[in-house]
């Protein structure tokens, strides 16, 4: 009767935080992940799905299936959104599972130059240093702003290169970043103080979002929060956790911890959720023996939705007379397990009307950068949710994650608007924050 | 064909003892089919000896046609041969009841009647309510296909049936699921039996769960002047939470022969029969509702029966085809199964064929998707059967358009022209049946020639 | 005891190139790689297909069995792989058929309140897109958030409301079915009692052994008006027993009646938080539906049940949340169960219900002759038992006790009148049991029926019927396992 080793007995290379026999043996592999998993509902296939992964995983670990190109790409190809862990009965922690199968590839599989080249550029090179993200999104800015991306759509150029609908989901820059709001803080408006929150502001975000970040500030400030968004805070880390690059990770958390260890706040607010799921765990990216730190810093964490919810609005709020929806943010629902708090806030808002789409539980493809890795995939994806999005006839979709919000709007460009009266406004997105602040009584 | 030597009806006789072989012309003109006779008939005590007597067929190539009180051997095409007719109303014990478990375990000679007596007194019933109801045994019902008005709530007898026990026609007992509510052990033999019409094999035993008998009960009668009408209530009643019995429309000329003229049923109408059971807040909450969906049909009377009024009423309807022979001296009933929201169309197109070919009709149609047609000649000359033979055969044709249909009940000269299984052009699984056919009764001693295809 | 087929047959180039030919190289994996993730399903047990394939349509079903039949090869079918017998398994290698790119519902007529669905339609799913019109379909198996309905036809599933409402069996109208001879046959319809034989009946539950079905007519029910969920929660296990027992004997019909024991339930409990006191010796989970009126009447007649036998406490959902939370906790028991011990087994058999509380203490005799501990979490109202086994399939000694344990359990059932299976399915997990229920001429029968359909044996081969060579144990093949593939 064939018999598994016992955990330890092939340990070769596993780190020791890497997952035991015992959390991959606890699944029970009775199948009900697979209608959860966006990409088994695309492919139907059990190596694309949550158990069919897991099992490769083990079989990796035990040696018994080579780590090559097949595992890396039945890898690469989950989006980490973590629906299967709220579908699990038996409580399996598959995004743990993903990262450090993620980072065995990360160790131990060559991947091809080109590839390398880029993971390099954009997980070490670029991510953990601000100021290459501004120069960066300069260079964007100009691009948009120039007349060159008008130019080069019409051109047909990229096309050629194949890139055509990944230039789509290149978001306009914000005219002004948010980095100067760094080290600043803002008092809370009308009244006495309620809370007292660290902000805090992501990477790529401060860029990109920085309209949301200050109407997410200027929401906390309506009602009672004075914000203080520490300096010296870096990118969370998610992206290079999702993708296994743990050491860039883990240099990012210390830097992180360091610059939230002031005291005096009540919580460590984001907007983001998928920041928000890997601050809150944090404590993985750490030996046993070092987690305390990071687990007194996870237990401040709070999603802005989350928290807003919990403490309870304060500020008055006027009419928004909208139709919208609500696609939840994996790592905000399966991540975090936050699924009622944005949808309390929405409905608190007078004149909105909340409906719920079909399958607004499943991933719409951003998936932190897989639209740009798993292009086809994530298009496939966003098709489908457009789709739904449409049924509901909402005038706005909203989310709870700026990643989303990027692929949302690729989304309305792409698919959303074809079917709709050209009359109609187009569907906007927006963050349940920008909702929040639209809705904030004019000062 | 000729008669079994006199060495193997000794044979026989040796088998089940010699009283329980008949072969005076007298008895056995109760085991006629399409009027004809047996050379015998069997009746053994035990499924050992109905194993026995098939063997027996067999090895002498002689025909069975399996029988309980025979109420229903009229069904299907005449056999081809027929020998002996195996009487099965010795088998009438009550094998095991748990009435705690609601369970039941029934030898297949039993009569439905005497059953429901026992079960009534552990306040238990089993939904068998159907034509011929006093006289038919449990084994009859079954292999018959047969199902009646309760089939709107408690399903076909398919649906209850747990287990069986059964000869198949190579004398052979076997047996199919068992006797507890949930149970996929296996295959489901039981279910396959069901309307084989004894042509695979002789049900011995059958497993039954058994049911609440209602507290209350009630028979709502709505009268339209219009089928629409009637049309409509079924559907508000199908569409609300309501959990009717059993949901009959009935045609009027039926409609009039159920009851003395009565106020609330006016002559020339439509008539909705709703049997309703449960509690008593349960009748009462249906008695309200259905006042208003009556209304709102534009019904023009509803009345509600209880009790003796209601029992006269509900089994004149069950044994509708005792009044078909009431009407008629040669009626045919056709049986044409639809989806439900098609039976307004097929009863009116069942009423103009009939029309066509001067046919009186009358028309029972059954919530589930069911339409009864009552084909009710005044004659029985060559001439109206002539008629009533191309009434029936379009009527068999509409059928398969709408689903499928098959000829219940006929006079036997009818049968000539006519095949009782209706249309099967465009169906491919008869290839199935018959390889079926061959694993149960090899030799074709069960029933042959009686069922669909030629079976 | 378990002896993996000797390395499974090579498919013949000739077999692979033409299954490639009629459905595109990228609906046939044959690489070792990837078809060792197809040896699987709920169940523990495990065999390898040579090959696996994803049909889109009737006709690329018919057509690749045609070639599979040509070749002599066996053929599988496998919808989500959630079944808990072995039943979607390549037993003796071969082809599994794999249905998960034939999920379109064909068509939803809401007035006669049917569906036809293609085989790999996710039961819920199917539920999801009645709902609004007030329907929905009735069997409802713990896994059906992922379970298809063709697998639901296969093993004639059931689930907690099957107890009101009938298994699978009882909501199938029709079939499409693509015999082994590439032929497609209609059986039964969309309208009741279609003249001849019932097919239907036949073939649902008949574990894919007969054919493949491609298409699937079945019949939706209407949503009740009023659903009450009460929760009893019981001090000692016998008087659980006994209240189930005088429920079924007062004839009073839940829509479903399930229990847990103590051991479950504080399993359950911590990872759920299902509300269940955790000092409680079983639990019942009893749910009425239907009319308002109907509803109120048989919650005061299991009101005085329940305390009559003793209930410490009976407890009314308040709201849609609560009654979700409390079916939460029961549908993942099984889950919370795995989190206690490296592996465990989950059995399936039926007693009749007069015969619970003697078959609890039978179970709990036989965890402590085989020394384990043995979790009850099952569907009381009608007698299917669901014993789970805890133990380590890293140690063959436990392992072997495990089986040892389960088939005691099973005897106990026979023996007492019950059945092998109530709706996993038997599948390989039990074929060898089967001489033990029916008798030779029973499953000679069976035999012949099968060979009506699939005379060369070559759909699902080992399944249901016994291969007549196994010792009679239950079969069990522990999880996780060493493959053979080379590294």
């Known amino acids: 009767m064939p018999v598994a080793e016992p955990p330890g007995a092939q340990d070769r290379s596993r780190s020791s935080e890497g997952p035991q026999w015992e959390d991959y043996a606890r699944c029970i592999h009775c199948g009900l992940c697979l209608n959860h998993c966006p990409t088994y509902r695309l492919w139907g296939r059990e190596a694309d799905s949550p158990r069919g992964r897991i099992r490769q995983m083990l079989l990796v670990d035990q040696g018994q299936l080579r780590l090559g190109e097949r595992f890396v790409q039945h890898m690469d190809r989950c989006l980490d959104c973590r629906a299967c862990e709220t579908a699990c009965p038996a409580g399996v922690e598959y995004g743990r599972l993903i990262e450090a199968a993620r980072a065995r590839i990360e160790q131990h599989y060559r991947r091809p130059w080109l590839e390398r080249a880029w993971r390099r550029l954009f997980f070490r090179t670029l991510l953990p240093h601000p100021q290459r993200i501004a120069q960066v999104a300069r260079l964007l800015r100009f691009y948009q702003r120039s007349g060159l991306q008008r130019l080069v759509r019409a051109s047909g150029l990229l096309h050629l290169l194949g890139v055509a609908e990944r230039e789509r989901l290149l978001p306009p820059v914000d005219d002004e970043f948010f980095f100067s709001c760094l080290g600043r803080t803002f008092p809370p408006l009308g009244g006495r103080r309620r809370a007292r929150v660290a902000f805090f502001a992501g990477c790529v975000a401060q860029v990109l979002f920085a309209r949301l970040n200050r109407a997410t500030i200027r929401v906390l400030q309506a009602n009672g929060c004075e914000v203080v968004v520490p300096a010296g805070q870096r990118c969370c880390g998610a992206l290079a956790v999702h993708a296994g690059v743990r050491d860039v990770a883990r240099e990012l958390a210390v830097t992180n911890l360091q610059a939230f260890s002031v005291d ?86 007078p004149g909105v009307e909340l409906v719920e789409m079909h399958l607004a539980d499943s991933c719409c493809g951003s998936a932190g950068i897989y639209n740009l890795t798993q292009t086809e995939a994530a298009f496939a994806l966003l098709r489908e949710k457009m789709g739904y999005v449409r049924a509901t006839g909402a005038d706005a979709v909203l989310t709870a994650n700026p990643g989303c919000m990027l692929q949302l709007r690729a989304g309305v460009d792409l698919f959303a608007n074809d079917a709709r009266d050209p009359a109609a406004r187009p569907i906007e997105v927006l963050h349940v924050m920008e909702l929040l602040d639209r809705a904030r009584a004019k000062d | 064909m000729s008669a079994p030597g006199t060495a193997a009806l000794a044979r026989l006789a040796d088998l089940v003892g010699a009283d329980h072989v008949l072969t005076d012309p007298l008895s056995l003109s109760r085991y006629a089919v399409d009027g004809r006779l047996p050379w015998a008939a069997v009746r053994p005590g035990t499924a050992e000896e109905v194993a026995e007597i098939v063997r027996w067929a067999r090895a002498e190539t002689l025909a069975l046609v399996p029988t309980g009180s025979g109420t229903k051997l009229d069904l299907g095409m005449p056999p081809l041969r027929y020998d002996v007719a195996v009487d099965c109303s010795r088998l009438d014990r009550i094998i095991a009841y748990d009435p705690a478990d609601l369970t039941l375990s029934v030898e297949a000679g039993m009569r439905v009647a005497a059953l429901e007596a026992v079960l009534a007194r552990h306040g238990q019933m089993l939904p068998l309510e159907m034509p011929f109801y006093d006289a038919m045994t449990i084994g009859g019902l079954l292999a018959s296909g047969s199902s009646g008005p309760q089939r709107q709530l408690y399903g076909a007898p398919r649906d209850f049936l747990l287990g069986a026990e059964f000869v198949t026609g190579e004398g052979r007992r076997a047996k199919s699921g068992g006797r507890v509510v949930k149970n996929v052990t296996g295959y489901d ?37 219009e089928l629409d009408g009637a049309l409509a ?89 005792s009044l078909a022979c009431e009407i008629s001296p040669a009626p045919a009933i056709v049986r044409l199964n639809t989806l439900p929201s098609e039976l307004g169309a097929l009863a009116v197109r ?32 060559a001439e109206t059967l002539a008629r009533l033979a191309a009434a029936v055969g379009e009527l068999l044709q509409a059928g398969a358009e709408y689903g499928s249909a098959l000829v219940e009940f006929c006079p036997p000269e009818l049968k000539q022209v006519v095949n009782v299984w209706g249309v099967v052009a465009r169906r491919n699984d008869l290839g199935l049946m018959r390889q079926l056919k061959q694993v149960f009764d090899p030799d074709n001693v069960l029933s042959p020639g009686r069922h669909i295809g030629g079976i | ?118 085989p790999g339609v996710v039961n819920l799913d199917l539920t999801k897109a009645v709902e609004h019109a007030g329907l929905y379909f009735a069997p409802d198996p713990s896994s059906q958030k992922a379970c298809t309905i063709g697998g639901n036809v296969a093993e004639n599933a059931g689930g907690p409301h099957t107890l009101a409402y009938g298994v699978t069996t009882n909501h199938v109208l029709g079939l499409e079915l693509v015999l082994m001879d590439g032929s497609v046959v209609r059986v039964g319809g969309r309208t009741p009692d279609t003249p001849g034989y019932d ?74 938080h299902a509300g269940f006191p955790l000092d409680a010796a079983a639990v019942l989970l009893i749910e009425l539906e239907g009319l308002t009126e109907a509803v109120e009447v048989q919650a005061a007649q299991v009101f005085d049940v329940c305390t009559r036998c003793r209930a410490r406490e009976v407890r009314l959902a308040r709201d849609e949340t609560e009654r979700q939370r409390l079916w939460a906790g029961r549908k993942n028991a099984f ?153």
């Open chain 2, 350 to 381: 069942a009423e103009t064929t009939a029309g066509r070919h001067r046919v009186p009709v009358a028309l029972l149609l059954r919530g589930v998707g069911i339409l009864y047609v009552l084909l009710l000649p005044d004659a029985s000359s």
């Open chain 1, 264 to 349: 005096g706040f009540d919580a460590l607010v984001t907007n983001a959720a998928g920041c928000g799921a890997t601050l809150k765990e944090y404590a993985h990216l750490f030996p046993l023996s070092e987690r305390a730190r990071a687990g007194a810093f996870a237990a401040r964490v709070r999603d802005v939705t989350e928290f807003l919810a919990e403490l309870g609005l304060s500020a008055p709020l006027r009419e928004v007379r909208l139709r919208v929806t609500f696609q939840d943010s994996c790592h905000l629902l399966h991540g975090q397990r936050i699924g009622e708090a944005p949808r309390r806030l929405i409905r608190s808002v």
């Open chain 3, 335 to 487: 889950g919370a169960v795995g989190r206690l011990s490296p592996s465990y087994y989950t059995q399936d058999g039926v007693i009749p219900r007069t015969k619970l509380p003697e078959t609890l203490h039978r179970i709990e005799q036989i965890g402590a002759t085989y020394g384990f501990q043995i979790g009850n979490v099952f569907h009381a109202g009608d007698g299917n038992l669901h014993p789970i086994i805890l133990f380590d399939s890293r140690d063959p000694d436990q392992f072997a006790r495990a089986v040892a344990a389960s088939t005691a359990i099973m005897e106990h059932c026979l023996s007492v009148g019950g059945a092998l299976t109530g709706e996993h399915g038997v599948g390989m997990e039990k074929s060898e049991l089967m001489p033990r229920m029916f008798t030779d001429d029973d499953l000679e029968l069976m035999r012949r029926v099968r060979d009506v359909f699939n005379p060369l044996g070559l759909l699902n081969p080992g399944k249901i019927l016994p291969l007549g060579k196994g010792c009679g144990e239950i079969r069990v093949q522990p999880l996780p396992l060493r493959s053979s593939l080379p590294a």
């Open chain 3, 1 to 118: 005891m378990y002896s993996r087929k000797a390395a499974p047959r090579r498919l013949e180039r000739r077999t692979l190139r033409d299954l490639q030919r009629l459905l595109g190289p990228e609906n046939v994996l044959h690489e070792p790689e990837d078809v060792l993730l197809y040896e699987y399903d709920g169940s523990v047990e495990v065999a390898r297909p040579d090959c696996v394939v994803f049909p889109q349509t009737t006709e690329q079903v018919a057509g690749l069995v045609q070639i599979a039949n040509r070749d002599r090869v066996p053929v599988v079918g496998r919808g989500a792989g959630t079944g808990l017998s072995g039943g979607a398994l390549a037993r003796e290698g071969g082809i599994v058929v794999v249905f998960s790119r034939m999920n379109r519902i064909l068509e939803i007529d809401l007035e006669n309140q049917r569906a036809v669905v293609q």
């Open chain 2, 189 to 225: 033999f039981h279910r396959l039996l069901i309307g084989s019409l004894g042509s695979l094999a002789i049900f011995t035993v059958a497993n039954f769960r058994t049911f609440p008998r209602p507290p209350a009960q009630a028979l709502f009668v709505a009268s339209f002047a």
């Open chain 3, 199 to 272: 097919l239907t009946g036949l073939l649902v539950g008949s574990e894919g052994t007969l054919a493949l079905v491609t298409e699937i007519t079945v019949r939706l029910l209407r949503a009740p008006e009023a659903v009450k969920t009460l929760l009893a929660v019981f001090d000692r296990v016998d008087d659980a027993t006994a209240t189930v027992v005088e429920i079924t004997a007062r004839a009073i019909t839940p829509a479903a009646c399930e229990m847990l024991d103590g051991w479950t339930l504080r399993a359950v409990e911590d990872f759920i």
């Open chain 2, 233 to 321: 209530l079924r559907r508000a009643l199908v569409q609300s939470p309501l959990t009717p019995t059993a949901l009959e429309l009935v045609s009027p000329a039926l409609a009039q022969r159920l009851t003395p003229q009565a106020a609330w049923l006016p002559s020339g109408h439509w008539a909705v029969l709703v049997l309703v059971g449960g509690e008593r807040a349960v009748v009462e909450r249906h008695a309200h509702d259905l006042a208003r969906m009556a209304r709102s049909a534009n019904a023009a009377a509803l009345t509600r029966l209880d009790a003796e009024p209601m029992n006269r009423l509900w089994s004149r309807l069950r044994e509708f085809p």
